[in-house]
């Protein structure tokens, strides 16, 4: 079955780093444009960011752009977001999802961003 | 940026009644690129609908979406016990944006 877990959330200082990753199995990877999505505590879903198929489109919400890159490794089955200049609007829990529109998600990480 | 309203904020019914809720864009929605998901407390949003009216695989035919260019409607025909959960629009015609949340809780 469709499978989609991310890892490396954490808790963070602002201006710091964090890698996210997001490990799929149960279809073929490289056939889909897959997606970070966010939730702030207590908040609504707010896109980040998505990548096409081949990895040759990529756009991001003006919210996290120059700061947040995403990638993709096809031969690894894998979905990043490396995140710079973190800021205390970024703590939220980070979902990778897959397709345009998102029929499946993981069950998200959690980051912190605070002093 | 296509902004996406929702309305109402918080709707208050009981199992068996009707759920009307709705989704208005700033601009039009290229081909009906409307999706509508549900949350529940502590899981990852479900893709309800797609298209503006295509039911995703799995989800009851008491679940239906419409609407076109810039308003768009969920309607859920009779409330499941199940059902009462945060219900989100998104476009994804022009890159994606989010409705902020329609909450559907029991009266």
């Known amino acids: 079955q469709v499978q989609l877990v991310e890892s490396g959330g954490g808790l963070v200082k602002p201006g710091g780093s964090l890698r996210l990753s997001c490990a799929a199995s149960g279809f073929t990877f490289s056939d889909y444009y897959m997606s970070w999505i966010r939730q702030a505590p207590g908040k609504g879903l707010e896109w980040v960011s998505y990548?096409?198929?081949?990895?040759?489109?990529?756009y991001y919400a003006d919210s996290v752009k120059g700061r947040f890159t995403i990638s993709r490794d096809n031969a690894k089955n894998s979905l990043y977001l490396q995140m710079n200049s973190l800021r205390a609007e970024d703590t939220a829990v980070y979902y990778c999802?897959?397709?345009?529109?998102?029929?499946?998600w993981g069950q998200g990480t959690l980051v912190t961003v605070s002093s | 940026e296509i902004v996406l309203t929702q309305s109402p904020g918080t709707l208050s019914l009981s199992p068996g009644e009707r759920a009307t809720l709705s989704c208005r864009a700033s601009?039009?929605?290229?081909?009906?690129?409307l999706a509508w998901y549900q949350q529940k407390p502590g899981q990852a949003p479900r893709l309800l609908i797609y298209g503006a009216s295509s039911r995703a695989t799995g989800i009851p035919d008491r679940f239906s979406g419409s609407g076109s260019g810039t308003d768009f409607t969920l309607t859920i025909s009779r409330l499941e016990p199940e059902d009462f959960a945060v219900y989100y629009c998104q476009q994804y015609g022009s890159r994606y944006t989010f409705g902020q949340g329609t909450k559907l809780e029991i009266k």
């Open positions: 601009q039009s929605v290229s081909s009906s690129y």
């Open positions: 990548i096409s198929s081949s990895g040759s489109t990529i």
């Open positions: 999802a897959r397709d345009n529109p998102s029929r499946a």
